[in-house]
């Protein structure tokens, strides 16, 4: 069993880049089943739900090499790929919803036991289905699995999303390509990461317009070829560096992700008191930790470009100490401060009512033993565990190494006091 130990009181000093974006990577390695020549994707992080997508991949069929830290798939014919989704992957990570699109158009059916991942509340999956549904698929719903069958090719259609899921919006793009004809889609999620998946698509030979805007129009079967693709810097990542150095104090650059990717994270951290240098592809961030933070913020996290709903247990982090009562209410997901209990356990004043956190500010923070509830909780409560005074033991941290791929050794690295200890479980 492991655990994390933080002793808070560290300053923090250098220079961090961050890696490929986990929720590019994800959807990028699902949607190299549409391809017909070789993919590499450059950099891809050591992730645990990069793990479980690779696993993924090889059972449906799909050959995949890593190359020093390129990730590789090579093109497998219809015939060698299977639709079926084995239960444990599926249920690893809510991105095993990627390979619905891609198995459906290349074999024709698919199964998916409905997925699982961070729980931030209710997930459904309605909008994937009803596009699918809306193309041509036939969607069968049994117990907790879903099959979908296609009988002859997708049809291109004009939809409208009910809400812009990110997720939603990558299985349609996915499908819209192998679809006949013009498929308009709107109220589409403009996330970067939707942006780059189609900028990926693209480059094999997609033809996609309109990202980053709530209407896409996608021209179906063209022929996707393979390509060697760097995909876009993980701007969660890069917020949890910069709510590191305002919870610790310091000074750290984060490189080689343009602060445009994660401005309103930046914007946010400025109004609490932190020295931002903005440069085209960097940003420099100080705090001098003798000078308390400024809270009294009114947050709201929504889909992009607002203030992400992956930053807002992160600025939840950095308000505990700060002066003034601030709130955070998150309009994406129902259950986005479970890390709440472990901000408490430190001695923070906080509350959470419905979907918003409310926090009192001013807390003299103290190490405590926690537990990691999720991906972003659990990078959350390590942030504030910087700020403690004495020890904290951060229990289940698999939850952070699905999305970061050595956070402790990241902040060691800029001065934290922070590792990973292995606990013998006793008998
Ligand atoms: C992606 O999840 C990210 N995950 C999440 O990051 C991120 O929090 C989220 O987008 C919002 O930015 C990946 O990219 C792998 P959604 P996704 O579909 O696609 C509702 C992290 O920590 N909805 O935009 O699942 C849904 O319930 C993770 O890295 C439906 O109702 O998010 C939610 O309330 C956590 N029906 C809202 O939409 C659907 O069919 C937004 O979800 C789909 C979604």
């Known amino acids: 069993m492991q655990t994390i130990t933080i002793t808070g009181g560290q300053t923090l000093r250098g220079t961090i880049r ?19 020549g070789p993919c590499c994707l450059r950099s891809a992080p050591e992730l645990s ?44 990570m809510r991105s095993s919803v990627f390979y619905l699109a891609p198995l459906l158009c290349r074999t024709g059916a698919v199964r998916l036991p409905l997925p699982g991942g961070c729980r931030l509340g209710p997930r459904p999956v309605d909008i994937h289905l009803a596009g699918l549904a809306a193309m041509g698929a036939r969607v069968e719903l049994e117990g907790d699995a879903v099959t979908l069958r296609r009988f002859g090719p997708l049809q291109g259609v004009d939809f409208t999303l009910r809400l812009p899921s990110v997720g939603a919006t990558m299985t349609l793009i996915m499908a819209a390509c192998c679809a006949m004809g013009t498929t308009v889609l ?28 709530p209407v896409l129009v996608v021209q179906g079967r063209r022929a996707l070829g393979g390509v060697t693709y760097q995909p876009m810097p993980d701007r969660i990542a890069a917020s949890t560096y910069g709510a590191a150095v305002a919870a610790a104090g310091g000074q750290i650059t984060v490189t080689d992700c343009a602060p445009a990717y994660y401005r309103a994270f930046l914007q946010f951290l400025q109004e609490c008191g932190v020295e931002i ?88 923070l103290e190490a405590a033993e926690v537990q990691a509830p999720d991906l972003r909780g659990g990078a959350a409560l390590l942030v504030a565990a ?13 939850h952070i190494r699905r ?25």
């Open 18 to 36: 961050p890696a490929a974006a986990k929720n590019s990577v994800l959807p990028l390695l699902a949607a190299t089943l549409l391809c017909s």
């Open 49 to 92: 739900d990069v793990d479980t997508s690779l696993a993924l991949l090889q059972a449906v069929g799909a050959k995949t090499v890593r190359h020093g830290p390129d990730l590789c798939t090579l093109p497998v014919s219809a015939q060698e790929l299977c639709g079926e989704i084995p239960a444990p992957l599926a249920g690893a």
């Open 186 to 213: 709107r109220g589409v999620a403009c996330e970067p990461e939707v942006c780059d998946l189609v900028h990926f698509l693209r480059s094999c030979g997609a033809q996609i317009t309109g990202e980053g805007t």
């Open 277 to 364: 240098f903005w440069q085209e592809q960097a940003a420099t961030l100080y705090r001098d930790p003798t000078v308390p933070l400024r809270g009294g913020r009114h947050l709201y996290a929504n889909a992009w470009p607002a203030f992400a709903t992956d930053t807002a247990p992160l600025a939840a982090a950095v308000l505990l100490q700060a002066e003034g009562a601030s709130e955070i209410y998150d309009h994406l997901f129902a259950n986005r401060f479970a890390c709440a209990a472990g901000f408490a356990a430190m001695g923070a004043a906080c509350t959470v009512r419905g979907r918003m956190l409310q926090i009192a500010g001013s807390a003299h």
């Open 386 to 398: 910087l700020a403690a005074e004495g020890t904290t033991i951060l229990r289940d941290p698999g």
């Open 403 to 427: 999305g970061y791929a050595d956070l402790p050794a990241e902040l060691a690295g800029l001065g934290a006091q922070c590792a990973v200890q292995r606990q013998r479980v006793p008998g």
